[in-house]
């Protein structure tokens, strides 16, 4: 079948990117601090357990967090920097708003730096931070490549370019490819719906709609969890909202999955086949979301100038 003009060029355009993304995994390494910080991601470890003890919930939050960074100039860590009395950053974007955890980063960083002063990026904290709430929640342990230094920079408006609940799936996969990634990823880190909530007004328009792709007895529960101009919360996966399985892509298939962008993956027969796929095994869920979270924590990673290390994750040095 001969390609389009708009399917060459994105074709080529994620051609290039995925070079891109080889090559910034390839400066990135699995036991980057072995000798600068021995105790690094045992650290980060630690503290993350500490937190999920106090808020199991919160590990959610670092996992949407390090989508929200990676996919905002790449994974710098600029998800953390405050705003300024002349500039708004991307935290306080609308999108980010809700997202918890940002004092446990903090918590972290200050563990890291009484350890290995200036060493230890705040993107790779994260990174770290992710891989560990993942592991928390009972998903399988994956290594986690570093090096990655800090970004300058944070523009609220450069969040604008985050997906929304509402997204359809065209839009999606045109997102994941000018990341560098697929759209075989998309519907794997899709999966990290498995946990965590969701505030009411993110899918209020399915409600309001009486959106007939949502399964009927879902919509009744979710009203009355919702009642109008509320703004309450909904676990993601109401079954096992605190554990890393693979029962978001069985919500999928029976109409219940939450959002717009979670039902958007049976609209064509592959990406539907590959929801089918990852809601019948487990291990495959959980190999393949470990490889794509890896893939995805090297978009646009900063290994030297004009990256940095703070020494607190809020503000640049």
């Known amino acids: ?35 600068s910080c021995p105790r690094a991601e045992e650290i980060v470890r630690e503290e993350i357990e500490k937190a999920l003890k106090d808020d199991e919930g919160v590990g959610a939050d670092l996992l949407r967090m390090l ?8 994974c710098d860590g600029s998800i953390f920097l405050d705003s300024t009395k002349t500039s708004k950053a991307e935290k306080d974007a609308k999108i980010n708003l809700e997202l918890e955890g940002f004092e446990i980063i903090d918590a972290v960083k200050k563990k ?29 342990h994956y290594r986690v490549p570093s090096g990655r230094k800090d970004g300058r920079i944070s523009v609220e408006s450069d969040a604008d370019t985050l997906p929304s609940p509402n997204s359809k799936l065209a839009k ?37 709609s009486q959106d007939p792709t949502l399964d009927r007895k879902y919509a009744r529960a979710l009203r009355k969890q919702c009642p109008a101009k509320s703004n309450n919360t ?31 993956l049976l609209s064509t027969p592959s990406t539907a086949f590959q929801v089918n796929q990852l809601a019948s095994n487990y291990k495959r869920f959980q ?7 890896v893939k995805m924590s090297a978009i646009g990673v900063l290994t030297g100038y004009p990256g940095e290390v703070r020494t607190n994750c809020r503000r640049v040095n």
């Open 287 to 293: 190999l393949k979301f470990a490889a794509s979270i």
């Open 112 to 140: 890291l730096e009484a350890a290995c002063k200036g060493v230890v990026s705040c993107a790779d904290l994260l990174a770290f931070a992710a891989r560990d709430a993942v592991v928390h929640y009972g998903g399988i």
């Open 1 to 35: 079948m001969a390609l389009g003009g708009r399917e060459v060029m994105l074709a080529a355009f994620a051609l290039v990117l995925w070079l891109g993304a080889v090559g910034a995994q390839g400066q990135l390494q699995v036991g980057y601090y072995s000798h």
């Open 67 to 74: 989508f929200h960074d990676c996919f905002v100039r790449g």
């Open 234 to 264: 909904v676990s993601m996966d109401p079954h096992t909202p605190h554990k890393f399985d693979n029962h978001y892509y069985r919500l999928v298939l029976r109409n219940r999955g939450l959002f717009t962008s979670d039902h958007t």
């Open 172 to 208: 999606l996969t045109d997102l994941f490819i000018s990341k560098g990634l697929s759209q075989q990823d998309l519907v794997v880190l899709s999966g990290a719906h498995t946990v965590g909530i969701a505030h009411c007004d993110a899918f209020e328009k399915r409600l309001d």
